[in-house]
């Protein structure tokens, strides 16, 4: 496994593999990895002959009241834990070279990015967006790897990759949870164990919602109310939103008799989370 700091030489590098026709996985991460990452670098080397990961805890998608400076950089951890997934290349570059001195070409994709998490969290998709689209033009895979927990980012990636032509597909897999049900995410180290045992709520109300729809009710407030009433429960908790909402332009919808998806974002203590559940019919 090579590690690459330098965007250039990271280029020159996949050029060589790209040439000899051999496809490239890639999955852009911040660091901080956990078996949800994992199952995506997985995947990568399943499909492609090559995976690199990026590691970039990325300042643009920070607010200034975010969690930046504190944000989990277990490196050695992280190399330790892709060399043992057979990453073939990591890059690792820090933000005078992603972000030099003079820099000021964002990617905003609009509306998408200004509704449910763009709410609480404004310029958080420009920044997602803009590191992406830098990422893309350096590492040009074949397939990109996301995750299902950021739903809205994937969207909102889909939307972009489509909108400005980048020659690549996206697979998102699904939320990796622990036995509890809790979705995995890095900043879960943020929660002590009677946060940890609240934040189980948010995938409690996801079950609860998605066994509602099994008995047949379609009415999407009425399963927003429920949802809610069951987080209000939850001393610790405070609900930033609840929604139901499309799967292309995350428009909320009324009735569910169409392919949806149920998002969540909930504050436990001090610490932002978010999960969803996908409600597909076929
Ligand atoms: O999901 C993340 O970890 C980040 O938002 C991403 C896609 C790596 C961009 O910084």
Same mark, same amino acid.
């Given at each position: 496994?090579?590690?690459?700091?330098?965007?250039?030489?990271?280029?020159?590098?996949?050029?060589?593999?790209?040439?000899?026709?051999?496809?490239?996985?890639?999955?852009?991460?911040?660091?901080?990895?956990?078996?949800?990452?994992?199952?995506?670098?997985?995947?990568?080397?399943?499909?492609?002959?090559?995976?690199?990961?990026?590691?970039?805890?990325?300042?643009?998608?920070?607010?200034?009241?975010?969690?930046?400076?504190?944000?989990?950089?277990?490196? &050695?951890? +992280?190399?330790?834990?892709?060399? =043992? /997934?057979?990453?073939?290349?990591?890059? $690792?570059? !820090?933000?005078?070279?992603?972000?030099?001195?003079?820099?000021?070409?964002?990617?905003?994709?609009?509306?998408?990015?200004?509704?449910?998490?763009?709410?609480?969290?404004?310029?958080?998709?420009?920044?997602?967006?803009?590191?992406?689209?830098?990422?893309?033009?350096?590492?040009?895979?074949?397939?990109?790897?996301?995750?299902?927990?950021?739903?809205?980012?994937?969207?909102?990636?889909?939307?972009?990759?489509?909108?400005?032509?980048?020659?690549?597909?996206?697979?998102?897999?699904?939320?990796?949870?622990?036995?509890?049900?809790?979705?995995?995410?890095?900043?879960?180290?943020?929660?002590?164990?009677?946060? &940890?045992? +609240?934040?189980?709520?948010?995938? =409690? /109300?996801?079950?609860?919602?998605?066994? $509602?729809? !099994?008995?047949?009710?379609?009415?999407?407030?009425?399963?927003?109310?429920?949802?809610?009433?069951?987080?209000?429960?939850?001393?610790?908790?405070?609900?930033?939103?609840?929604?139901?909402?499309?799967?292309?332009?995350?428009?909320?919808?009324?009735?569910?008799?169409?392919?949806?998806?149920?998002?969540?974002?909930?504050?436990?203590?001090?610490?932002?989370?978010?999960?969803?559940?996908?409600?597909?019919?076929?």
């Amino acid at each position: 496994m090579r590690v690459i700091r330098d965007p250039g030489k990271l280029n020159r590098l996949l050029k060589g593999v790209r040439r000899s026709a051999r496809s490239i996985g890639f999955v852009p991460t911040m660091g901080a990895l956990h078996p949800g990452h994992l199952s995506l670098i997985k995947q990568a080397g399943r499909d492609n002959d090559t995976v690199v990961v990026s590691i970039f805890v990325n300042p643009t998608q920070f607010g200034s009241q975010e969690d930046l400076n504190k944000y989990p950089r277990p490196l &050695k951890n +992280d190399l330790a834990l892709c060399r =043992k /997934a057979r990453v073939d290349l990591v890059f $690792l570059p !820090d933000s005078k070279i992603m972000y030099p001195e003079g820099f000021a070409t964002f990617v905003n994709v609009e509306k998408l990015g200004d509704i449910l998490c763009g709410t609480s969290r404004p310029g958080h998709f420009r920044g997602v967006a803009t590191v992406v689209a830098k990422l893309l033009n350096i590492v040009a895979p074949d397939v990109l790897y996301l995750g299902q927990k950021d739903a809205q980012q994937s969207v909102i990636i889909a939307r972009m990759i489509k909108d400005l032509n980048f020659p690549v597909k996206i697979r998102v897999l699904p939320t990796v949870r622990q036995k509890d049900g809790l979705a995995l995410s890095s900043r879960n180290v943020y929660l002590n164990e009677d946060q &940890k045992l +609240d934040a189980l709520v948010l995938s =409690k /109300a996801l079950c609860l919602a998605k066994s $509602l729809i !099994d008995h047949g009710q379609t009415d999407a407030s009425r399963i927003i109310n429920r949802i809610k009433e069951l987080i209000g429960k939850k001393k610790q908790a405070r609900i930033d939103y609840v929604a139901i909402v499309d799967l292309e332009k995350l428009r909320q919808i009324k009735k569910i008799n169409q392919d949806c998806m149920i998002c969540l974002a909930v504050k436990i203590g001090k610490t932002r989370l978010i999960d969803n559940c996908l409600i597909t019919y076929d």
